[in-house]
């Protein structure tokens, strides 16, 4: 099991690196651009040379990109269709010349128009993604808390994008408070069994890339998106415990997105409470030799 976080990219993409074994993690997600603007991401070469011999250093185990929060592939308008399906074929490009495992990006929201009616385009949206991008990285679907007429909140509504097509890159990313927001308990060991048992039978076990780990600041089924320090929320030490050692979640890495002891982001407490949730020796702080 990998244990890692988001980081900032602030100074260059490559200082991400920096930042990640900063506090101990040992895989790590970014935004390689602003994730309130649109934009395409691009690097000069002398950065990109500056990242891949850092990340070569490092010992890292995997980046995930996380993609703008403007896109949506359910919208009925067509040119923001149209922008969010080549911002995500930009960071797919941009994710294989970096050799990033994976693009994940939130699906969006139908605005009042109904699943049922927007999945057709979701699903034509997804293939065409896929088909313009020879990129080995995973295009991972994040399942959604719920609110703004979002698509993707319930497992059956991201196991019916999923059904675009059978190209192995796509994928899901599961995030825990989104899960707990949506009316996914995992407290008992049985609502967990329940609840893991329909993202099994909707999704499938086989389909899952990565892990978001947060806390809830928002009670089970509230539908709002609000991260909490592990172990400050909702859902608490003893559940992300249970999910930490249930070998269906086991196998793929837990990336950590709190808002940290001082609201900077993850940091290496943070890092360690999930490490010590899941059995393991604590991380320490490290840095790239010079």
Not at 10 to 27: C, S
Request: net charge negative; hydrophobic share 40%.
């Amino acid at each position: 099991m990998q244990i890692g976080a988001h980081v900032s990219t602030r100074g260059g993409i490559d200082q991400a690196v920096d930042n990640a074994l900063a506090i101990g993690a040992e895989v790590f997600q970014t935004h390689p651009t602003s994730p309130q603007q649109w934009g395409t991401p691009r690097l000069d070469d002398e950065i990109l040379q500056r990242y891949l011999d850092k990340y070569a250093r490092s010992g890292l185990g995997g980046h995930f990109f996380h993609a703008i929060y403007l896109i949506n592939l359910a919208t009925p308008k067509e040119p923001h269709l149209r922008q969010s399906i080549g911002s995500l074929v930009h960071y797919m490009e941009l994710a294989g010349t970096l050799g990033a495992t994976g693009v994940v990006f939130h699906p969006g929201s139908h605005l009042g128009a109904g699943l049922a009616a927007m999945l057709p385009q979701v699903q034509e949206a997804l293939r065409e993604i896929l088909g313009r991008t020879t990129s080995p990285a995973r295009l991972l679907i994040e399942n959604s808390a719920g609110s703004g007429g979002c698509v993707g909140c319930g497992f059956e509504e991201v196991g019916g994008m999923l059904q675009a097509c059978d190209d192995p890159r796509l994928g899901v990313c599961l995030d825990t408070q989104h899960m707990f927001a949506s009316g996914y308990d995992v407290r008992t060991p049985e609502t967990r069994e329940a609840s893991l048992a329909a993202f099994g039978r909707d999704i499938g076990f086989e389909r899952l890339v990565a892990i978001h780990a947060n806390d809830s600041l928002k009670p089970l089924s509230s539908n709002v998106d609000r991260h909490a320090n592990i172990g400050d929320g909702e859902i608490g030490l003893d559940a992300l415990s249970m999910l930490l050692h249930d070998p269906r979640l086991g196998a793929v890495p837990w990336i950590l997105e709190v808002p940290g002891i001082e609201r900077g982001g993850p940091d290496l407490d943070q890092i360690n409470r999930l490490r010590q949730c899941a059995g393991l020796e604590p991380a320490v702080a490290g840095a790239l030799a010079k």
